[in-house]
């Protein structure tokens, strides 16, 4: 596959293909089972023959999906239901089919991203209501999860802290370059939902978690700051993240003081009830997926788990080192000349925020592969970044596509990638030379995909 132009288009369609293997609402319709009353999950069963209620939260980024699928499965069985997601991530697809269920089951609150808003503080009340309802009547509870649904729904644990404070506190923590789990750490600190508390306001109740998963592997936990599940024993300290990001001036007192006052989250103490939680869709889910549609397409293709969180520069540096010993490998080999290579890797590249511009960690990720001098100016050379959610950072687009011209061509139309850089304007410069990605928002979230394509 020598021409570039061919390369490009195989790099968009892996890509497209990983999205349709993680759609959220068809990874719902594949787990929960409803036959004869007899409630299974992953196929494990759940609820035998019986005739209690059923309600369901949904919170994050796959709500819309995830709800509207399990209304599909459950028709009456499910009683009530509340989700809150920002409406960007709803597709028109899943928007309908809750839209025709949102009379006899669901609330929809549209909860604010990447900051909570008035709506997420709302969800945040409609969720105790409904789970002490659930809880007088002995009801099951399933919990629909992913990633995003940190913002989406929101309730103090101090009545000091205010919407602003909240609201402040997220973005201080975004931008800082923190992984995930360290701000999801944070998040538990000052919040009287994360943690595993909502769950804690039934504790009569059986109660079933379905995650759509935006975290690293084993850590399922830390989906929307884990509003159904306490956190594990090793989570960061939310003091000692505070402090490694010098995010004391940046925090409002009250944050502070809530934090500094006490443990993160509790774990639910009624151990009679049922507490299961099931992973349907993660990064592994997407990675795998991308690789299979690479092979269909005739690349030789690798996984390289191991790239995945690290600093941006350090990623990208890795990535192209990657690439370079992987072609190596393929040389030596003696096996076919023609043959062509795909190098993937997902998760979350840590990317702190350093000027006013438009971008995210993929746009960003991309343009550094576009300027290594591994891979510039090489013409058989494609990458391919974007977020699975169809969002990356502050911008609209998922991501970018970049080759080995990218560069030159920049350079010829006055464009100086490093000055874009430096002010975290990625999008901005893929824009004017017409290599961003917008998919639109996708209606699931499972961390970004990356992918380097080379041929002969």
């Given at each position: 596959?020598?021409?570039?132009?061919?390369?490009?288009?195989?790099?968009?369609?892996?890509?497209?293909?990983?999205?349709?293997?993680?759609?959220?609402?068809?990874?719902?319709?594949?787990?929960?089972?409803?036959?004869?009353?007899?409630?299974?999950?992953?196929?494990?069963?759940?609820?035998?023959?019986?005739?209690?209620?059923?309600?369901?939260?949904?919170?994050?980024?796959?709500?819309?999906?995830?709800?509207?699928?399990?209304?599909?499965?459950?028709?009456?069985?499910?009683?009530?239901?509340?989700?809150?997601?920002?409406?960007?991530?709803?597709?028109?697809?899943?928007?309908?089919?809750?839209?025709?269920?949102?009379?006899?089951?669901?609330?929809?609150?549209?909860?604010?991203?990447?900051?909570?808003?008035?709506?997420?503080?709302?969800?945040?009340?409609?969720?105790?209501?409904?789970?002490?309802?659930?809880?007088?009547?002995?009801?099951?509870?399933?919990?629909?999860?992913?990633?995003?649904?940190?913002?989406?729904?929101?309730?103090?644990?101090?009545?000091?802290?205010?919407?602003?404070?909240?609201?402040?506190?997220?973005?201080?923590?975004?931008?800082c370059g923190a992984s995930i789990t360290e701000i999801n750490s944070v998040r538990r600190g000052f919040s009287a939902v994360k943690g595993g508390r909502l769950a804690e306001c039934a504790p009569q109740c059986d109660q079933i978690t379905l995650i759509?998963?935006?975290?690293?592997?084993?850590?399922?936990?830390?989906?929307?700051?884990?509003?159904?599940?306490?956190?594990?024993?090793?989570?960061?300290?939310?003091?000692?993240?505070?402090?490694?990001?010098?995010?004391?001036?940046?925090?409002?007192?009250?944050?502070?003081?809530?934090?500094?006052?006490?443990?993160?989250?509790?774990?639910?103490?009624?151990?009679?009830?049922?507490?299961?939680?099931?992973?349907?869709?993660?990064?592994q889910s997407g990675l795998k997926a991308a690789a299979e549609a690479a092979r269909r397409r005739g690349f030789v293709t690798e996984i390289a788990g191991d790239i995945s969180d690290q600093p941006i520069e350090d990623g990208c540096m890795a990535l192209?080192?990657?690439?370079?010993?992987?072609?190596?490998?393929?040389?030596?080999?003696?096996?076919?000349?023609?043959?062509?290579?795909?190098?993937?890797?997902?998760?979350?590249?840590?990317?702190?925020?350093?000027?006013?511009?438009?971008?995210?960690?993929?746009?960003?990720?991309?343009?550094?592969?576009?300027?290594?001098?591994?891979?510039?100016?090489?013409?058989?050379?494609?990458?391919?970044?974007?977020?699975?959610?169809?969002?990356?950072?502050?911008?609209?687009?998922?991501?970018?596509?970049?080759?080995?011209?990218?560069?030159?061509?920049?350079?010829?139309?006055?464009?100086?990638?490093?000055?874009?850089?430096?002010?975290?304007?990625?999008?901005s410069f893929f824009v004017a030379i017409g290599d961003a990605i917008a998919t639109g928002p996708t209606g699931t979230n499972v961390r970004d995909l990356r992918m380097l394509l080379h041929s002969r």
């Amino acid at each position: 596959m020598s021409n570039l132009t061919q390369l490009r288009l195989a790099a968009r369609e892996i890509l497209n293909e990983a999205l349709r293997a993680v759609d959220a609402g068809a990874a719902v319709r594949r787990a929960v089972r409803l036959e004869d009353l007899r409630l299974s999950v992953c196929d494990t069963v759940i609820d035998r023959p019986t005739q209690r209620p059923i309600y369901a939260i949904a919170i994050g980024k796959a709500a819309f999906g995830m709800a509207a699928a399990l209304a599909e499965v459950l028709g009456e069985r499910l009683a009530a239901g509340i989700v809150t997601s920002d409406p960007r991530y709803g597709t028109a697809r899943a928007s309908h089919r809750v839209a025709r269920v949102a009379n006899l089951y669901h609330t929809i609150f549209r909860g604010g991203h990447p900051e909570p808003n008035e709506e997420s503080l709302a969800a945040a009340q409609a969720c105790f209501d409904l789970l002490k309802r659930a809880n007088e009547e002995g009801a099951l509870i399933i919990f629909l999860i992913s990633g995003g649904g940190s913002a989406m729904i929101e309730w103090p644990i101090s009545g000091e802290i205010t919407l602003a404070d909240l609201r402040t506190a997220n973005k201080a923590l975004v931008n800082c370059g923190a992984s995930i789990t360290e701000i999801n750490s944070v998040r538990r600190g000052f919040s009287a939902v994360k943690g595993g508390r909502l769950a804690e306001c039934a504790p009569q109740c059986d109660q079933i978690t379905l995650i759509v998963s935006d975290v690293p592997p084993g850590e399922e936990r830390n989906v929307a700051s884990g509003p159904s599940l306490a956190p594990s024993n090793d989570a960061p300290d939310a003091r000692e993240v505070i402090g490694k990001y010098n995010l004391r001036s940046r925090v409002p007192e009250t944050i502070l003081r809530a934090i500094d006052a006490g443990p993160a989250a509790s774990s639910p103490t009624d151990a009679t009830s049922l507490r299961m939680h099931f992973v349907l869709l993660d990064n592994q889910s997407g990675l795998k997926a991308a690789a299979e549609a690479a092979r269909r397409r005739g690349f030789v293709t690798e996984i390289a788990g191991d790239i995945s969180d690290q600093p941006i520069e350090d990623g990208c540096m890795a990535l192209v080192q990657r690439m370079v010993q992987f072609r190596a490998r393929r040389t030596e080999s003696r096996s076919n000349p023609e043959e062509s290579v795909c190098l993937i890797s997902g998760g979350e590249f840590g990317c702190p925020v350093r000027g006013d511009g438009i971008g995210g960690r993929n746009l960003e990720t991309a343009l550094r592969l576009a300027m290594s001098p591994g891979l510039s100016g090489s013409e058989s050379f494609v990458a391919i970044c974007a977020g699975t959610d169809g969002t990356d950072g502050n911008s609209p687009a998922a991501g970018a596509i970049v080759d080995g011209g990218t560069i030159e061509r920049a350079r010829a139309i006055g464009l100086e990638p490093k000055d874009f850089l430096d002010r975290s304007d990625a999008y901005s410069f893929f824009v004017a030379i017409g290599d961003a990605i917008a998919t639109g928002p996708t209606g699931t979230n499972v961390r970004d995909l990356r992918m380097l394509l080379h041929s002969r």
